[in-house]
Each structure stands twice: as structure tokens, then as C-alpha cells.
């Protein structure tokens, strides 16, 4: 994608704060959390860890790391109240709008109540979060009440397992592993502004990752990796996808899961997810969503010189894991609530009210004219 000069649109190109939490696109192409690679961090690490360093500003070592899955796995409950709203939530609804209506009524039930408490909420949120949502589908599309305190050692296996109903597979859990590492945290992304906007009028947590729930839901940003699988599922076969691909591009459709707004050559969690992608095509057999898949992005390339985003390719990693797509950003949330909380406390640390300045472009002086005499 050719660089395109910064206008004021979108605020692109312009500094909105400081952060310790994370660089995009420093190099071009690269992605760091705290100043480790996004790569060895999927390479390496468990999702766990990385939530630790993002939310308590180092890598743990075995005893915390240990500790602190212990915490998590004992916040996994939840209260009554709060199931009981969940079941009142149709099964046409938004898997997000469930995500947003969950984390505020948890703000209901667990009120914040100083910032003193922001470690504890935020280690709530994150193991509530995958239970709020399997709760609501499993009682929606199943008829049945789950008990959400599982003893999965990961976020990643929790979810499965509260979805099928037995732990999941050691592919499966390694394959949410590294997803929910490289959706963890990205510096000034729509969501994390969000968070940090209601964190600078020193709001409470609940209500700053309410409002990010809201800001990733959309298909520019988190949604859409569900955009990008209702696209891609309707293709039989690599020619029909290029066909169809090339018909969108010449009416100008946007093509979702393409493109970014701050890298310029690649997204470097594209190529971690394709790997795995892969490997789950040939462990279910696929022959048609991998290679469909890989066409697409190759005619992006060729036609547009656009990139794969983080998105492009777990939309099939997660349809080959037989996910259901409306979950796919509910998944997005279950991670991201860990950059989101660390720039709260970021903000929080050293903050001013966020409140730029717009340019007026309105009718310089207007004339009252009674209602009655309207037109
Ligand atoms: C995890 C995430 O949130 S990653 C992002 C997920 N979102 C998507 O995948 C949605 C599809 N992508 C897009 O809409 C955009 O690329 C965004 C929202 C991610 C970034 O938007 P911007 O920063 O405004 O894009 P940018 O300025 O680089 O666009 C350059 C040109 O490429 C075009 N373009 C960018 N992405 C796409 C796309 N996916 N399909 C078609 N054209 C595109 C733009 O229309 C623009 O054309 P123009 O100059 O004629 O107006
Ligand atoms: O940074 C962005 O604008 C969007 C993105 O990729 C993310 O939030 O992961």
C-alpha cells in the first residue's frame, strides 16, 4: 500500500499520548509488547504470561506465572444476577452487543470503586469474560445452563471448553494461544482510544472497557474478522474467490480483513495466524477455505498492494476449530480487555481529559425564526 500523506482525517499521522505498552509499525512492519517481539511472544509464551506483562509491567516468573493462573482460574464464576440478565438476551442478538451488556452489568455487581482496585477488576474481567459469553450462547442456542468454573489451565482452553463441552484438543488450545497473544494489545487502535478517552474523565473500568466493546465491534476495526469469513465462505473455489474478488475491487467494496491504518507493508501477526491456519486446513482435510483463502490475498496483493490484517486469516483459523463466526470477535474482546486495562492505568497514571479541538465548518451566524413560521 503506497504511503498516502497524513490529512487530519481520522487523526492519522498525529501523537495522542505516550505508552510503554506497545509499537506498531516501528520498523515497518514490526509489533512489540513492552519490548518483546510479538513473534517470540507467540512463539514462546502462554497468553497468560503475556496478559502478566501487559497488566503488571514484567514477564512473571514460574511461581507468579503460576499464582496468577490460580487467580484467574478461581474468577472464572458467575453471579446470579448477572446470569440472569444474560438469559434474557435473545439468540439473534450481537454476540457483542452481549460482550457490552456483560461487562456493564458486571460494573453493576462489582462496582470499581477506587482506583486501588483497578489490578483485581481488570484480573476479573479477563476470566469473566470468555464465561459471560459461552454462558449466553450455550443457554440461547442450547437450552442449557453451564457451569462456567472449569479448570482449563489457559483463557484459551477455558473458552473452548465451555463452547463444546470437553477440553480442548492440545492443537486447538495451542492455536487460541497464539491468538489471543497477537490480538492482545495494539498502542492507539479505535477500541484502546476508547478505553483511554473514558479513562481521561477518570471513569471507572467497566465503563471504559464497555465503551471499547463497542468501538471493536464495528467491521473497520475487530469485526472484521467475522466480515471476512461471510465473505470467504461463499467461495467454492480459489477462481470463483478471484473472480468475485475482482468484481468487489472494480465497484470499489471494501474487502474486509485487508489493509491497515499504521502498517504500510505487512501486518506481522498475518504470517503467525496463516501458519496456523494452515496446519488446522490439513488437520480437518480442508481443501477449499485454506486455498480460497491464500488467493484472495494473493489478488490483493497483485491488484491493490494491499496486506492481509490480523483478521484475514483467523477467520479461517477459527472456522477450521468449528467455531461459530459470531463468536470470532467475542474472542478479539477476551483477549484485547488486557491492552485495554493496561492503557487505563497508563492513562490514569498521568492523566489529562482527553478533549481535542474541531474545525468549525458550520453556517457562520444563524437567524431564530419562531416554530410556527417554520418550514
Ligand atoms: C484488528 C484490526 O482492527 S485490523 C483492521 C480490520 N479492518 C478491516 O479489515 C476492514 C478493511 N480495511 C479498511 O477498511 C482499512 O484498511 C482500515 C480501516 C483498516 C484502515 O483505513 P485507512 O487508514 O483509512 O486506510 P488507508 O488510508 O491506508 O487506505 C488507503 C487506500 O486503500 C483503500 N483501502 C484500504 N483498505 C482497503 C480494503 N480493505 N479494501 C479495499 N480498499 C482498501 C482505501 O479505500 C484507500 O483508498 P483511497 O485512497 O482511494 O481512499
Ligand atoms: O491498530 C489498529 O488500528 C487496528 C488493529 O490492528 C488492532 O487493534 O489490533
Not at 367 to 372: D, G, K, L, M, Y
Request: aromatic residues 8%; hydrophobic residues 40%.
Amino acid at each position: 500500500m503506497a504511503d498516502k500523506p497524513s490529512s487530519g482525517a481520522g487523526l492519522r499521522g498525529q501523537s495522542a499520548g505516550t505508552t510503554a505498552l506497545c509499537t506498531v509499525g516501528k520498523t515497518g512492519s514490526g509489533l512489540t509488547y513492552r519490548g518483546f517481539d510479538v513473534k517470540e511472544l507467540a512463539e514462546k509464551a502462554k497468553f497468560e504470561e503475556v496478559a502478566y506483562l501487559l497488566l503488571k509491567g514484567k514477564l512473571p516468573n514460574q511461581a507468579e506465572l503460576d499464582a496468577y493462573i490460580t487467580k484467574l482460574k478461581g474468577l472464572r464464576g458467575l453471579p446470579q444476577a448477572l446470569k440472569t440478565v444474560l438469559e434474557q438476551i435473545p439468540r439473534d442478538a450481537h454476540p457483542m452487543d452481549v460482550m457490552r451488556t456483560g461487562a456493564s452489568m458486571l460494573g453493576n455487581l462489582e462496582t470499581e470503586e477506587s482506583f486501588d482496585q483497578q489490578q483485581d477488576v481488570s484480573d476479573r474481567l479477563l476470566a469473566a469474560l470468555p464465561s459471560i459469553i459461552c454462558y449466553w450462547y450455550r443457554f440461547s442456542h442450547d437450552g442449557v445452563r453451564i457451569e462456567t468454573e472449569t479448570d482449563d489451565a489457559s483463557v484459551g482452553g477455558h473458552f473452548l471448553h465451555l463452547l463444546r463441552d470437553e477440553p480442548a484438543s492440545e492443537l486447538h488450545a495451542r492455536v487460541m494461544n497464539v491468538s489471543l497473544i497477537l490480538y492482545a494489545e495494539h498502542e492507539f487502535n479505535a477500541s484502546t482510544f476508547t478505553a483511554r478517552v473514558c479513562a481521561s474523565t477518570l471513569s471507572d473500568m467497566h465503563s471504559c472497557v464497555t465503551g471499547a466493546i463497542g468501538s471493536l465491534r464495528g467491521p473497520l476495526h475487530g469485526g472484521a474478522n467475522e466480515a471476512a469469513m461471510a465473505m470467504i465462505e461463499n467461495w467454492t473455489s480459489p477462481d470463483e474467490a478471484e473472480r468475485e474478488i475482482m468484481g468487489m475491487l472494480e465497484r470499489k467494496d471494501k474487502i474486509m480483513g485487508f489493509g491497515h491504518a499504521i502498517y504500510r507493508e505487512s501486518d506481522p501477526r498475518n504470517a503467525i495466524i496463516k501458519h496456523w491456519s494452515q496446519k488446522l486446513a490439513q488437520d480437518v482435510g480442508d481443501s477449499v477455505l485454506y486455498p480460497v483463502s491464500e488467493r484472495v490475498e494473493a489478488v490483493m496483493w497483485r491488484e491493490k498492494k494491499l496486506f492481509c490484517n490480523a483478521d484475514f486469516f483467523h477467520a479461517s483459523a477459527y472456522y477450521f476449530m468449528d467455531i461459530p463466526t459470531k463468536l470470532f470477535t467475542p474472542i478479539f474482546v477476551c483477549s484485547r480487555v488486557t491492552g485495554w486495562c493496561a492503557h487505563v492505568f497508563e492513562q490514569r497514571a498521568n492523566n489529562r481529559i482527553i478533549r481535542p479541538s474541531a474545525d468549525y465548518v458550520g453556517p457562520e451566524k444563524s437567524e431564530w425564526v419562531p416554530i410556527e413560521e417554520r418550514d
